[in-house]
């Protein structure tokens, strides 16, 4: 019996196994999904305050002020607080915006051909080179310039309607290279509410050469027209912290991915975040740029988070989208749709959640609809359910020889069947006993007797002299023995 259980358990295994279809690796969709509503578009721009002490003739006090662009590219928000993650080149100019301003003021004031760069110049006139060197920095007593420079970073969140001015942040905390991770923080903290969608972030970088990940960004100040953007890539072989970071290669080698993820940089996905397969989490942040795109890993960025005190973490919003994500992502939309109703009012402008519940609600109680599909599904792309009708024919067969096998050997083989019950005859005397032990194989010499003194007692009862069974009136052979009756 039980190695007829096992046969059939086996069977049925055999059959599930191969009724389940092979899954095969591909990039599994949406798993940017718990990134994506935390990237930003960041805008860094060097503002500079300069006075021109005009000391040639009638003094003068000349005044400008200049915005100078120098960093757009994309940052990751890793806590609720409105922390962000990005690269240093985009929080720290380090070009000398205070001689760009002495060259422009001076060509304009004093009408001189100046390269409006960030070169120190000079001019054929011996008394304007004398007021412009001592305009240049570093500032001294007989400075001709006094100039004040001052950086403004401005975050673009992924909400819609597009904010137009975004929220201002500051520098806490970068590493000493432009591509060196940078910590920012909201110059304005929030007061109130739940925060900001943050990123989830990885413990290591994969080690395994090929590893698949998405890098996602923007390429503009996010708007009707220009959404984020996610683009597949590899990790290549090799690449040390703080060694110029870790390179891509696609491992079918047929996407240049160096070139393709340097060009994104270059057009503004520069420090954005790229997020592993495996669980959607951040492993690290694009860098280079031209050909050359490569990117540094999460341990640098936590790194610089500690450094700047800043702990990432996530929030309400956070537990509320993964909630209605894992729903929405396993095809149960009808339960999903509540969910990314909820995200949005904990955030309104949340951009994926409100792409989600649209399609929720058009999927709801639809054919694809888990939540409200029937046990047995009609059509023919289901699972076919033969496999496990036929195991469960199996079992029950091998249950039911088990049981029939097991009462078989519970019974005495020399068991026999009871006597058929006597015909109904007169009503026993008081004391009478209906029970009867019959022993074929004896006399009893007795009987005569004891039939003699009850057929006194009661002449109409009659009992058999050689088995002691009771007989009816009419009887002439005892109906259990056959033996014939004295009358």
Known sequence: ????TALAGGVAAALVLIATPVAAHEHPSGITDLVTPAVVRLEAVSHVEITLLDHIGELKHVERSYDIPFGEGTGTVVNPDGAIVTLRRLA????????????KVFAEHHKVKIPADYDKHHVSDDQLDHHLQECYPPKTDTATCIIDVTTEITAYPNVSPPSPNGFKVKLAKAGPKPDSPAVLVPVTPAAGGVGMPTAPLADKVPEQEGSPTSVAGFLGRPGPNVHHTVEIAHLGKGGVAGEGGRPFADPEKKVDEPAKLGGLA???????PVIGDKDGHVVGLLVGGGKEGKMIGIREVTGILAEAKVVARRGAIDTAFEAALTRYHTQYYTEAAPGFQRVLELYPGNVVAAQLLK???????GSED????????ASGDSTPMWPFILAAGVLFLAAAGGAYLLWRRRT???MTELPEPLAAGPPLDDGANQTVVVRRSQTFPVVQQQQQVMTAA???IKYCTSCGMRLGPAHRFCGYCGHPIET
């Open 92 to 103: 720290v100019n380090d070009d000398d915006v205070a001689v760009y301003a002495a060259n």
């Open 458 to 460: 009661n002449p109409a």
């Open 1 to 4: 019996m039980a190695r007829l």
């Open 370 to 377: 888990k939540g409200t599909r029937p046990a047995v599904a």
């Open 412 to 414: 005495p083989e020399g």
């Open 266 to 272: 270059d057009k503004g996905m520069i420090g954005a």
């Open 359 to 365: 399609t929720s609600l058009a999927k709801r109680g």
